[in-house]
């Protein structure tokens, strides 16, 4: 028995090169559905009560099993891909963060904050706009070499893409911690959105759409903070699942 699982984040209406700058990379509707009718010519599609009662022993998968995820919790994905999942009647798990949820109005995560930077900002301009933060509160300007990162560090984390690129995602997702983010990556972000609170009721899924995809069983835990499991010690791990079930639970 095999199983393939095939992991989606942004689904949009627009062809794949609509942002003007590499930070958000959606695949296009036709071609989502596309893969999704090329995948059934060899797989037998399974959602996630398959998976948990096989992993039960309750019963078999299929022997060329396929399961479809999205990560993220993203509006574009109940908005785009569900429908055209729904015309194939294939299954899915959309996990979400449950940290994008922990006050009233929501909480733009750290990292999909510097998604839609780096889509909107070009990469040169980022770095100058990080040194100029840097600077601002800090009194010197970013250095990599305080950190002691070279750019063979960063090709073996990013293998494609240009080097400058590349250098900003390393910036942005490996040396820079949660005050980093706050005094740099929030002034920048809020340069580009000034109502974060319709931002997030576009960007994320609603909360009445959360409920859908549990009824469904179509919901998973993507973790809290939407840090790494892989970095994360055992404790925090545990911390970051039942941290999202609290958050859920009260949800749905």
Same mark, same amino acid.
Request: aromatic letters at 16%; one cysteine or more.
């Given at each position: 028995?095999?199983?393939?699982?095939?992991?989606?984040?942004?689904?949009?209406?627009?062809?794949? =090169?609509?942002?003007?700058?590499?930070?958000?990379?959606?695949?296009?509707?036709?071609?989502?559905?596309?893969?999704?009718?090329?995948?059934?010519?060899?797989?037998?599609?399974?959602?996630?009560?398959?998976?948990?009662?096989?992993?039960?022993?309750?019963?078999?998968?299929?022997?060329?099993?396929?399961?479809?995820?999205?990560?993220?919790?993203?509006?574009?994905?109940?908005?785009?891909?569900?429908?055209?999942? =729904?015309?194939?009647?294939?299954?899915?798990?959309?996990?979400?963060?449950?940290?994008?949820?922990?006050?009233?109005?929501?909480?733009?995560?750290?990292?999909?904050?510097?998604?839609?930077?780096?889509?909107?900002?070009?990469?040169?301009?980022?770095?100058?706009?990080?040194?100029?933060?840097?600077?601002?509160?800090?009194?010197?300007?970013?250095?990599?070499?305080?950190?002691?990162? =070279?750019?063979?560090?960063?090709?073996?984390?990013?293998?494609?893409?240009?080097?400058?690129?590349?250098?900003?995602?390393?910036?942005?997702?490996?040396?820079? =911690?949660?005050?980093?983010?706050?005094?740099?990556?929030?002034?920048?972000?809020?340069?580009?959105?000034?109502?974060?609170?319709?931002?997030?009721?576009?960007?994320?899924?609603?909360?009445?759409?959360?409920?859908?995809?549990?009824?469904?069983?179509?919901?998973?835990?993507?973790?809290?903070?939407?840090?790494?499991?892989?970095?994360?010690?055992?404790?925090?791990?545990?911390?970051?699942?039942?941290?999202?079930?609290?958050?859920?639970?009260?949800?749905?």
């Amino acid at each position: 028995m095999s199983l393939l699982v095939v992991n989606y984040h942004y689904i949009d209406q627009k062809e794949e =090169d609509a942002y003007p700058f590499p930070g958000i990379h959606p695949v296009s509707v036709l071609r989502f559905e596309s893969q999704l009718e090329t995948l059934g010519r060899y797989f037998s599609f399974v959602g996630q009560q398959d998976i948990l009662g096989a992993l039960e022993g309750k019963n078999k998968l299929p022997e060329n099993s396929c399961l479809i995820t999205f990560d993220d919790g993203l509006s574009c994905q109940y908005k785009n891909a569900l429908p055209i999942l =729904d015309k194939l009647r294939i299954p899915a798990i959309f996990f979400a963060s449950g940290g994008a949820y922990q006050s009233r109005h929501g909480a733009i995560l750290e990292s999909h904050k510097i998604h839609w930077c780096m889509s909107h900002i070009a990469p040169n301009i980022f770095l100058d706009k990080i040194n100029f933060y840097h600077k601002k509160f800090f009194g010197e300007e970013f250095d990599l070499r305080k950190y002691k990162i =070279d750019d063979e560090a960063v090709r073996k984390q990013y293998h494609y893409g240009d080097i400058e690129t590349s250098r900003l995602k390393f910036i942005l997702n490996y040396v820079f =911690d949660e005050q980093m983010y706050k005094i740099i990556v929030d002034p920048i972000f809020s340069e580009l959105v000034k109502d974060e609170k319709s931002f997030f009721n576009s960007f994320y899924l609603s909360r009445q759409q959360i409920r859908e995809l549990a009824e469904r069983r179509f919901l998973g835990f993507h973790g809290f903070s939407h840090q790494s499991f892989l970095y994360l010690s055992l404790e925090e791990i545990n911390k970051e699942i039942a941290n999202c079930q609290e958050i859920f639970r009260e949800i749905v």
